[in-house]
């Protein structure tokens, strides 16, 4: 792996791509979540798989080009160092581990993943299991607030930088930042 001093315009994008993706698919689950069954309830669902689906695609890049590209290295010479480092690795965990566990939570219930409004539809994983399906629903949620409560520690420590540190470590990855 090459070392860079600076992330690819191709890392970068697929970073915000992917915020924007996390946002969404955390914003359509919270609001389908009271949502009485019915069509509107089912085409919430979709774009929520749909987007949960395009999360793990884009993790799943981003891993790839950043083995194939290298990044800026790490320093681990402070505690806040360390943790950093352990939140995005943890990051990059749950990108996968979120949308896996709904697809799981999608088969023990009998549903399909439904994508694109219902144009294409994952099979399902497992025979059905009501227990096991509000069991994986409810692991599912707690792990999505998980990744919520580590995206919030990510942002904080970038803002950290930038605002109290006063170095360019958010500029790497925000190039509309200005340089210090």
């Known amino acids: 792996m090459k070392q860079r001093v600076a ?3 191709g890392l970068i994008a697929l970073h915000w791509l992917s915020a924007l993706l996390i946002a969404g698919v955390l914003v359509v689950g919270w609001l389908m979540g009271d949502m009485p069954k ?5 085409n919430m669902m979709s774009l929520h798989q749909t987007l949960g689906v395009a999360v793990v695609v884009l993790a799943f ?4 080009l950043r083995r194939l590209q290298g990044v800026p290295p790490v320093e681990l010479a402070t505690p806040a160092d360390k943790l950093a480092a352990m939140v995005q690795v943890a990051l990059y965990g749950f990108m996968l581990l979120v949308p896996v566990l709904g697809y799981l939570t ?4 009998g549903h399909p993943v439904n994508l694109l ?8 994983l497992t025979a059905q299991n009501h227990d096991v399906h509000e069991q994986m629903g409810d692991l599912h949620q707690a792990m999505a607030y998980v990744m919520l409560a580590l995206i919030a520690l990510h942002v904080a ?7 109290i540190l006063k170095d360019d470590v958010l500029a790497k990855m ?4 200005a340089k210090r």
């Open 157 to 163: 420590g970038a803002l950290k930088h930038h605002l």
């Open 117 to 124: 409004g219902g144009a294409v539809s994952l099979p399902l």
């Open 106 to 109: 999608s088969s023990f219930g």
């Open 7 to 9: 992330y690819s315009p």
């Open 38 to 42: 019915g069509v509107e309830k089912s």
């Open 174 to 177: 925000a190039p509309w930042v």
């Open 61 to 64: 890049l981003r891993l790839v």
